[in-house]
Nanobody, 126 residues
Framework: QVQLVESGGGLVQAGGSLRLSCATSGLAFSAYGVGWFRQAPGKEREFVGAINWNGSWRDYVASVKGRFAISRDNAKNTVTLQMTGLKPEDTAVYYC???????????????????WGRGTQVTVSS
């Protein structure tokens, strides 16, 4: 059974930092890319960033570039989303997902990911 479990969310003041983790099991982790998405109340789930299977490629939505960083540890089957310079507009439930997409041709979309976690809440106060 494939499982992805996010952790590390919480309440932080604007300008602060959080480190989200995505722990996976039940899949050949090193064969998959991993994406982070977020969904704010009343809004659609949106792409935040992704990393390919070996960490040689990563990209982010423009609004988080320079503030967020994704890394992975294939030995531990985990992916981390380091978030700095947090803003109130970053408030959302953050999800990790495993999947595949054509690297270099386009950014990942929701449909590229078949396995999802349940999410972790990030709240940034002003």
């Amino acid at each position: 059974q494939v499982q992805l479990v996010e952790s590390g969310g919480g309440l932080v003041q604007a300008g602060g930092s959080l480190r989200l983790s995505c722990a996976t099991s039940g899949l050949a982790f090193s064969a998959y890319g991993v994406g982070w998405f977020r969904q704010a109340p009343g809004k659609e789930r949106e792409f935040v960033g992704a990393i390919n299977w070996n960490g040689s490629w990563r990209d982010y939505v423009a609004s988080v570039k320079g503030r967020f960083a994704i890394s992975r540890d294939n030995a531990k089957n985990t992916v981390t989303l380091q978030m700095t310079g947090l803003k109130p507009e970053d408030t959302a439930v953050y999800y990790c997902a495993a999947g595949g997409w054509p690297i270099g041709e386009r950014l990942p979309t929701l449909s590229d990911f078949g396995s999802w976690g349940r999410g972790t809440q990030v709240t940034v106060s002003s």
